[in-house]
């Protein structure tokens, strides 16, 4: 059974940094893609960043780029989101998602991801 567990969340002020984790289980990831959305409250959910098993890395809205980095450990099945010079914006449940397809470019929609996580909270205070 697939489990995909995120931490690293938290209450962080404004201009501060936080690193989330992914921790993916019960499966063979070393070929997926690995995504981070997130969901604001009151609105919908949206792409973050994704990674594919290559190391090609897209990423979502232009207010995270430049300040939001994605990466991964394979050996680990484990997908990480450095997030710096976070804003009060940036509040919301951060979700992570696997999709087991083999691609090289990692897809930025929710609806071609496989598995997710419960979603862990971020909150940047002004």
Do not use: H
């Not at 969340?9 to 501060?16: D, H, P, S």
């Not at 940094?17 to 981070?36: D, E, H, K, Q």
């Not at 430049?66 to 009060?88: H, V």
């Amino acid at each position: 059974q697939v489990q995909l567990v995120e931490s690293g969340g938290g209450l962080v002020q404004a201009g501060g940094s936080l690193r989330l984790s992914c921790v993916a289980s019960g499966g063979t990831f070393s070929r997926a893609s690995m995504g981070w959305f997130r969901r604001a409250p009151g609105k919908e959910r949206e792409f973050v960043a994704a990674i594919a098993w290559s190391g090609v890395r897209t990423y979502g809205a232009d207010s995270v780029k430049g300040r939001f980095t994605i990466s991964r450990d394979n050996a680990k099945n484990t997908a990480y989101l450095q997030m710096n010079s976070l804003k009060p914006e940036d509040t919301a449940v951060y979700y992570c998602a696997v999709d087991v397809r083999y691609t090289v470019v990692p897809p930025t929609a929710a609806s071609e991801y496989d598995y997710w996580g419960q979603g862990t909270q971020v909150t940047v205070s002004s």
